[in-house]
C-alpha cells in the first residue's frame, strides 16, 4: 500500500547536530579513532546528591502517575529557584514541566502557532526552533544577526522584523550555538520594542548557569512586570545538572498559557517520569556547590579551545560568555581545494575535518549560519587538545 505522510512531517528536516554524531557514532563502531566536536551536553555525570533522591524515591514507591505538570513539590521547588536565581515569583499555576526543554517549546509552539502565524527567530539558532514552528503550520521569520554584534539580535532589527502577524519571538541566552550571553541592558533594550508590541517572548534560559568570567545572567521577564506577562522562561535541569536523559524542562509564564499546555500534555505524555521529578526537585533544593567546579571546567577549556582556534591562521572565534560551545568563522576556507577538491561549503569543510582528521564537528548551516561551525567543548582537555592538533593539520592542507 501507498503510505502517504503529512505535508506537516514532511517540511521538517532531521536535526543536523544529531546527524553528525550518528555519522561519528558509526564510524567509532567501526574501529575508526573520531574525536567528538558535536556533543549538545555535559560530559559530567549527574551529580550523586541528585541520583539518590530518584533512587529513594523509587524505593518509596513513588512510580504512580503524578499530576500532569509535575507534583507540588517539583513545582515548589521551581518556584523557590526562580525566586532565587531570577528574582521572578510565580505560582504554581504558572509553572508546568515536560519532558525536557524540547517537549516544552513543542507544547508552547503546540498551544501557540498555527497558520498565519510569524515566529521570529534570531540566527545562529538552536536546530529546533524553525522545525518546531513549522510543525506548526506557522512562519518563521529568521532574523541574521552579526559577528561584529556578538550574534545578538538589535532592538533595531528586532523591530523591523516585527508585523501584525508577529506572534512571538524566540531568545536563547546563552546561546546554543554561538554561546552569546545577553547583558541585562541589551535584554532591556529589547524589551522596549516589545513593550509596546503585542507579542510574546520565549526564553530560551537552559544554559544559565554556565556563564564566565563574572558575565551576570539576566532574564528579560525580570526586565518589567510588562515583560513578564509576555514571557514564557523555558528552563530544565538537561544542561546545568547535567541530567540530559532524566527528561526534564519546564515553562514558568502566563497561567493561561500553562493551562492550555497542560491540558495538552494531559493527552499527548501525561507527567514527566515520577522518579525524575523527585531527582529535580533535590537538584534544585539541594547544593549548588558543583555547578562552581564544572563551570571553572568549562571556562578553562573555553580558553584552550579559543586560543588554538584563534591562531589558525584565516578562521577568527569570537569568545562566548556562556554554554559549552565555540564558534568560529571558517569562511575564508570556503572555495579554496583539499584533495583537489574545492570545499564550497561549511558542510563540505565539515565533513572534511570528518574524513580527513576524525574529527566531528557541526557545520554552521544547520544553525543557520553558513560559513562558521559549532564545536562542543563538553569532552575531556584530553581529547580537544588531541581534537585541535588534528583540526589545525587538517586546515594546513586546504589551499
Ligand atoms: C539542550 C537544549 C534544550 C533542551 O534540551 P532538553 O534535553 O530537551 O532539556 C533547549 N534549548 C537549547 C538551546 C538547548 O541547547
Known amino acids: 500500500m501507498m503510505i502517504k505522510l503529512t505535508q506537516r512531517i514532511q517540511r ?3 536535526s543536523p547536530t544529531i ?4 555519522k561519528a557514532k558509526a564510524m567509532k563502531a567501526d574501529g575508526i579513532d573520531v574525536i567528538g566536536f558535536g556533543a549538545g551536553e555535559p560530559d559530567f555525570d549527574t551529580p550523586e546528591p541528585i541520583k539518590a533522591a530518584a533512587v529513594r524515591a523509587l524505593q518509596e514507591g513513588k512510580t504512580k502517575y503524578t499530576p500532569v505538570g509535575g507534583v507540588n513539590e517539583l513545582k515548589d521547588a521551581i518556584i523557590a529557584k526562580l525566586k532565587r536565581d531570577n528574582q521572578l515569583d ?7 514541566t515536560s519532558c525536557g526543554g524540547k517537549h516544552v517549546l513543542y507544547n508552547i509552539a503546540q498551544v501557540l502557532f498555527e497558520a498565519g502565524d510569524e515566529v521570529i527567530i534570531p540566527a545562529p539558532y538552536w536546530v529546533s526552533y524553525p522545525d518546531q514552528v513549522l510543525l506548526n503550520d506557522a512562519t518563521p521569520v529568521i532574523v541574521d544577526t552579526l559577528e561584529e554584534n556578538e550574534f545578538k539580535i538589535t532592538p533595531e532589527a528586532l523591530n523591523q522584523a516585527i508585523t501584525p502577524k508577529t506572534k ?6 546563552p546561546s546554543n550555538p554561538t554561546g552569546a550571553a545577553y547583558t541585562q541592558a541589551e535584554l532591556a533594550a529589547l524589551a522596549k520594542v516589545i513593550e509596546t508590541k503585542d507579542v510574546l517572548v520565549i526564553s530560551d534560559e537552559i544554559y ?5 568570567d563574572d558575565f551576570v545572567f539576566s532574564s528579560i521577564a525580570s526586565i518589567s512586570p510588562a515583560m513578564k506577562a509576555k514571557t514564557i522562561i523555558v528552563n530544565g535541569a538537561s544542561k546545568c545538572y547535567s541530567m540530559t536523559g532524566w527528561r526534564m524542562g519546564f515553562a514558568a509564564g502566563p497561567k493561561e498559557i500553562i493551562a492550555a499546555m497542560t491540558k495538552l500534555q494531559g493527552q499527548v505524555t501525561t507527567n514527566i517520569t515520577t522518579a525524575t521529578q523527585w531527582a529535580v526537585v533535590e537538584a534544585y533544593n539541594g547544593s549548588q556547590d558543583f555547578l562552581k567546579d564544572w563551570v571553572a571546567e568549562f571556562r578553562k577549556r573555553r580558553d584552550y579551545i579559543l586560543e588554538r582556534l584563534n591562531k589558525i591562521p584565516d578562521v577568527r572565534c569570537f569568545k562566548p560568555q556562556g554554554a559549552f ?7 575564508a576556507y570556503l572555495g579554496r581545494k583539499a584533495n583537489g577538491q574545492v570545499l564550497k561549503t561549511d558542510l563540505e569543510l565539515c565533513d572534511f575535518l570528518l574524513d580527513q582528521a576524525k574529527v566531528a564537528i557541526v557545520a554552521g548551516s544547520g544553525f543557520g549560519a553558513p560559513g562558521f561551525m559549532r ?3 563538553a569532552t575531556s582537555m584530553q581529547n580537544i587538545e588531541a581534537g585541535l592538533d588534528r583540526i ?7 589551499r
Request: glycine fraction near 0%; proline fraction near 5%; avoid cysteine.
Open 19 to 22: 546527524a553528525i554524531t550518528t
Open 325 to 331: 560551545y565555540v564558534f568560529p568563522n571558517i569562511s
Open 168 to 173: 512571538a519571538v524566540v531568545l536563547n541566552s
Open 375 to 377: 564545536l562542543s567543548y
Open 208 to 212: 544559565e548557569k554556565i556563564v564566565y
Open 90 to 96: 510565580y505560582t504554581r499555576e504558572e509553572i508546568i
Open 392 to 398: 589545525e593539520a587538517a586546515f594546513k592542507q586546504i
Open 12 to 14: 521538517v528536516k532531521p
